[in-house]
């Protein structure tokens, strides 16, 4: 989860104190750009937004982040009753809560937020699906892997191919071209995290494999864990 915020008071004041007491891993940003630039190669399930921020409106930046994400977004508004809540739901926030910000009621809004975020795991078909509008990732036993706009843009091309390998060249064009996404993206690297979580979060290994000199390789119909090259 990333916290962000340009008042560097909540950095170290109680309630983000409060979200590590309640078991959550907050990540405290002071700006978009910040944020953005993590983005790249990481993927955030929640998101606590302040609405000053010293490079973006926050509503602005709750609009850019729901064009590409399924993020839970919660926006920390100061402004009136009325409409602060409305511009922030409006552009695509779950909740809005107003600043200064309680640490019980943040820790409790994001406990509800996570408990939507993680569905309980469904028994699928013997294979791989894609869920929330390509947004998520269902393993075989159920369990969900989020996406980020990078890893679903990627795993969609692979898909895309099932029987013929995807050259990193092309993969690298695709993310080169993102319009979310600076050229600098790195392959290597948004392949290994993508690993990394699917199997943290399902328990299953995703069913990549890499062939060197030739390309990537999805089997979304492979319904057990498989041993994928690494690098």
């Known amino acids: 989860m990333a916290i962000v915020t340009g008042d560097a008071g909540l950095y170290g004041g109680p309630a983000l104190a409060r979200l590590q007491e309640a078991g959550f891993a907050a990540t405290p940003m002071a700006s978009a750009t910040d944020l953005y630039r993590a983005w790249v190669g990481q993927l955030f399930d929640m998101v606590v937004v302040d609405v000053m921020l010293p490079d973006e409106h926050g509503v602005s930046m709750v609009r850019h982040l729901r064009s590409m994400s399924r993020a839970g977004i919660v926006l920390l508004t100061g402004a009136g009753p009325k409409e602060g809540p409305l511009d922030g739901l409006h552009a695509g926030a779950d909740m809005c809560l107003p600043k200064p910000v309680d640490g019980e009621l943040l820790a409790a809004a994001l406990t509800r937020l996570a408990e939507r975020l993680d569905p309980e795991p469904v028994p699928l078909a013997q294979s ?104």
């Open 128 to 231: 791989w699906q894609f869920g929330a509008d390509d947004w998520q990732l269902w393993a075989p036993n159920g369990r969900v892997a989020p996406l980020s706009f990078v890893e679903r843009l990627v795993l969609r091309q692979l898909a895309a191919s099932p029987d013929v390998p995807v050259s990193r060249e092309h993969l690298l064009r695709v993310l080169e071209t993102a319009a979310h996404e600076p050229r600098t993206a790195r392959l290597d690297l948004l392949v290994h995290r993508l690993r990394r979580k699917v199997e943290q979060r399902t328990g299953f290994e995703l069913p990549l494999t890499y062939m060197r000199g030739i390309g990537y390789l999805l089997d979304l119909e492979k319904a057990a864990p498989r041993q994928a090259s690494k690098f």
